[in-house]
């Protein structure tokens, strides 16, 4: 009998969301029994389950255990509040060799202007299918495929010198599943807009926060070491197939996820992330919670080790990496395995190239405002207040959010209240 279109996509999601752990006679029975305990039956039970694929790159180096970090353009997988917060402008490429010769394609852009982040990304997972007959004679082939368009718009509010705001973003997402035409049992001909009645779109969206500030901090930086993210991911709704065949209540891979990072020492990053899947069209139906960790240590200024460890279903998976910078291209090589079936070293492997394309002028600018805040103390202690204080108002028409200079003109105008009381007592006497 033919393999249908329908079949043979459930077989390849449910693939991809690790459903079951793969027993070989060879692996250790300890070590499949402990993460069989873990296997969910609610997992693969949506749809689109492309989105929760990984571009690859950086983020998945970390075991995925990016929420909190999300300090590149890797953030659209991850938190969508991280636009407004990146250092530069940043266009990137991704290629995830993913499993049974699936692949995911990536391209993406960012950029910010003060606090406020833009971005946009192309994602398109695929994988080739083919249809046999009774016979094992090919009767059709093409690709299944999974395109998600997406938009991107966050802000950093009450963003200072000392506290560096909260940032909170949205992404807008579309996404088309395109099932490919089968053939009839009968005349072995291709039945026309088949692959249409399975086909789905989507629309939905993801809400983030992130959170910057320090602690247990053991190195002089005015970067902050110490993130808090949250994101609530695949907000919407699918519809199946058109016509007579049309079906509303297909539900999406929504999660909620948390996660910290935490820097301790400059070279060394930590991060942990805890995910629930949500099933908004039956909560009771909700896939069970994964986890992830993710460790970046900073050999030296173009070259980082990543590592990191996801547990999701019964199915957990280490992933390490290496990322690599040549003046603005920064390369990104990943392999990721499972601990429960056999290692392939073409198995799957990611790769990405970013460009940093400037950073519009903000490094420079900071650096005015520190020149002018020294100036301004040199003037504040020379005694000419009215000076320095002017100084210090420039330098906050360049940054508004400096708080030393506001903390220096509040201070330099209540030495001149004081000045001004020393003075008319004088008068009086």
């Known amino acids: 009998m033919k393999i249908k279109t329908i079949t043979f996509a459930l077989f390849l999601l449910n693939t991809i969301s690790n459903i079951h752990a793969l027993n ?121 495929s999974e395109t998600t368009g997406i938009i991107n718009l966050s802000y950093n509010f009450l963003s200072g010198y000392y506290f560096k705001g909260i940032a909170v973003g949205i992404n807008l997402k579309t996404s088309w599943r395109n099932m490919p035409d089968y053939t009839d049992d009968d005349s072995n001909e291709l039945i026309s807009s088949s692959g249409l009645a399975q086909s789905a779109l989507a629309f939905m969206g993801d809400i983030g926060l992130l959170i910057r500030f320090n602690a247990a901090k053991f190195y002089s930086s005015r970067d902050t070491n110490f993130r808090f993210g949250l994101n609530i991911k695949n907000l919407g709704k ?31 990053t930590i991060t942990a992330e805890f995910r ?58 990943n392999y990721t395995f499972d601990l429960t079936s056999s290692l392939n070293p073409v198995n799957h492997i990611s790769i990405s190239a970013k460009v940093k394309l400037g950073d519009k002028n903000r490094k420079a600018i900071a650096q005015k405002v520190d020149e002018l805040y020294s100036l301004a103390l040199e003037k504040y202690t020379e005694g000419d207040l009215e000076k320095a204080i002017a100084l210090w108002e420039q330098s906050l028409q360049l940054d508004k959010g400096f708080d030393p200079s506001k903390e220096g003109i509040k201070l330099a105008k209540e030495q001149q209240k004081l000045l001004k009381t020393i003075l008319d007592l004088q008068k009086l006497d």
């Open 24 to 144: 070989y006679a060879d692996t250790s029975s300890s070590l499949v029994d402990f993460f069989e305990s873990l296997s969910d039956d609610n997992a693969g039970s949506t749809s689109f389950l492309s989105l929760n694929i990984p571009s690859g790159g950086r983020a998945e180096s970390m075991g995925t255990a990016f929420t909190a970090l999300a300090d590149d353009i890797s953030f659209f997988d991850y938190n969508p509040a991280a636009s407004s917060i990146l250092d530069e402008t940043e266009a990137a490429a991704y290629h995830n060799a993913w499993i049974a010769d699936s692949a995911m394609e990536t391209l993406a852009a960012t950029t910010r202007y003060n606090n406020l982040g833009i971005a946009a990304a192309l994602k398109c997972f695929y994988v080739p299918f083919t249809e046999y007959n009774a016979y094992g004679t090919k009767v059709a082939s093409s690709y299944y």
């Open 276 to 333: 629930q899947g949500i099933n908004l069209s039956n909560i009771s139906e909700s896939e069970l919670w994964s986890a992830g960790g993710g460790l970046e240590i900073r050999f030296t200024e173009f070259f980082s080790f990543l590592g990191g460890f996801l547990i999701q279903g019964s199915n957990p998976r280490i992933s390490f990496g290496g990322e690599t910078s040549i003046k603005d291209i920064v390369l990104n090589a």
């Open 238 to 268: 699918a519809i199946t197939g058109f016509g007579e065949s049309i079906k509303e209540d297909d539900p999406l891979p929504t999660r909620i996820c948390a996660g910290i990072s935490y820097k301790p020492f400059m070279p060394v």
